[in-house]
T-cell receptor
């Protein structure tokens, strides 16, 4: 059962444009929603994260929007740059004893120069 | 160390052989996780250690997979009787404690031929 659904699978954006990646979850016990960035041959690196008590979090060019009632959250990359070209994963983690992350299937972002 | 270190970075083995994958977490991190990432997919949870004990091994696919962390630092993921379907990147992550940010290593790419 895929608990975190991510779309699109791939995304091509012009330099300076806005990249938007969406995720939806099913498990209402999730209380932590991070986004990871992964370059080829590297492990995932935390980009930004949000908890469900806020609807938006912004760090530099990266913004997470969170809709608790719809069980959806999204990553917005403003002024996208070629260096942002990577694979992005949303993830979720539940409170309590289950501390592992459940990842989406990933979005391969290409920012054209 | 400065980050999570995984060795080897690449491992090619024949079907049916036994392999060991090593993870050196960030010094002082008590929580350690193993994930498996198949091509084009997000990481999937395998096992979680808090200190020396496996707090959650619900993600291990079958009894061919086993992991240890005898002194609460270095961990070894062991795979017996490898199958071609075991081919993937095996990622290790550590965090200062449960609920904290997880830092990933660059992974071990396992290829079973």
């Amino acid at each position: 059962q895929q608990q975190v659904k991510q779309s699109p699978q791939s995304l091509i954006v012009q330099k300076g444009g806005i990249s938007i990646i969406n995720c939806a979850y099913e498990n209402t016990a999730f209380d932590y929603f991070p986004w990871y960035q992964q370059f080829p041959g590297k492990g995932p690196a935390l980009l930004i994260a949000i908890r469900p008590d806020v609807s938006e979090k912004k760090e530099g060019r990266f913004t997470i929007s969170f809709n608790k009632s719809a069980k959806q959250f999204s990553l917005h990359i403003m002024d996208s740059q070629p260096g942002d070209s990577a694979t992005y994963f949303c993830a979720a983690r539940a409170s309590g004893s289950a501390r592992q992350l459940t990842f989406g299937s990933g979005t391969q972002l290409t920012v054209l120069p | 160390g400065a980050g999570v270190s995984q060795t080897p970075s690449n491992k090619v083995t024949e079907k049916g052989k036994y392999v060991e994958l090593r993870c050196d977490p960030i010094s002082g991190h008590t929580a350690l996780y193993w994930y498996r990432q198949s091509l084009g997919q997000g990481p999937e949870f395998l096992i979680y250690f808090q200190g020396t004990g496996a707090a959650d091994d619900s993600g291990l696919p079958n009894d061919r997979f086993f992991a240890v962390r005898p002194e609460g630092s270095v961990s070894t993921l062991k795979i017996q009787r490898t199958e071609r379907g075991d081919s993937a990147v095996y990622l290790c992550a550590s965090s200062p404690g449960t609920g904290s940010e997880a830092f990933f290593g660059q992974g071990t790419r396992l290829t079973v031929v």
